[in-house]
């Protein structure tokens, strides 16, 4: 919970940044790029969190590794929590970050899940309907979830949108059951 809170406070400080610069949307890259090395590299991760690696060699391989592939805004944020020893804190900063970012634009984050793949006009199809309805533009993220049977199932913000068989078939057991209940 307290890391939460830290890695809130260092996003907040780098969005506030990266707003007065006109650049949220590249630091917001930058630390797509940077958490992705993290979580798809297991030399790199262990590199970094290991407890004997020097702050020095911490910082010499992301200047190394993403000092042209970074904004030096993101280098130097990234260079902060190595010397203040908070790098374990970059994938919640992004987390928070992406966060704030969403809110600055006024985007919702959706999970758009269906029993098979959806073409482009079904996906175009689903993303217009949602943004109508919430008065938002949408980040999506479409997954395949065999077990919905057919139809969709959306989640964005504290709302679940579920137009599949399966929840169909999940509501009217619990209708049968309420009903059942009722009359005992």
Do not use: C, W
């Not at 919970?1 to 260092?10: F, I, L, P, S």
């Not at 793949?117 to 309805?133: F, G, P, R």
Request: net charge positive.
């Amino acid at each position: 919970m307290a890391e939460q809170r830290v890695a809130k406070r260092y996003a907040k400080a780098l969005f506030n940044a990266a707003l007065k610069m006109d650049i949220v949307s590249s630091v917001s890259d930058d630390l797509t790029t940077i958490t992705n090395a993290i979580r798809n590299s297991d030399g790199f991760r262990e590199f970094l969190y290991n407890p004997r690696t020097s702050d020095t060699n911490k910082l010499a391989i992301f200047e190394k590794t993403f000092g042209d592939k970074v904004t030096a805004t993101t280098l130097s944020f990234i260079k902060l929590l190595v010397k203040k020893r908070r790098d374990d804190e970059i994938t919640g900063v992004k987390i928070a970050f992406d966060e704030l970012r969403r809110n600055h634009e006024q985007v919702i984050r959706a999970i758009i899940e269906s029993s098979s793949e959806l073409d482009d006009k079904q996906k175009k199809a689903v993303v217009a309907k949602i943004e109508e309805a919430t008065g938002k533009k949408l980040e999506t993220e479409f997954a395949i979830n065999p077990e919905l049977i057919m139809g969709v199932k959306v989640t964005y913000g504290d709302y679940v949108l579920d137009g599949s068989v399966r929840g169909q078939l999940n509501r009217m057991k619990e209708r049968l059951l309420y009903d059942v209940l009722k009359q005992a």
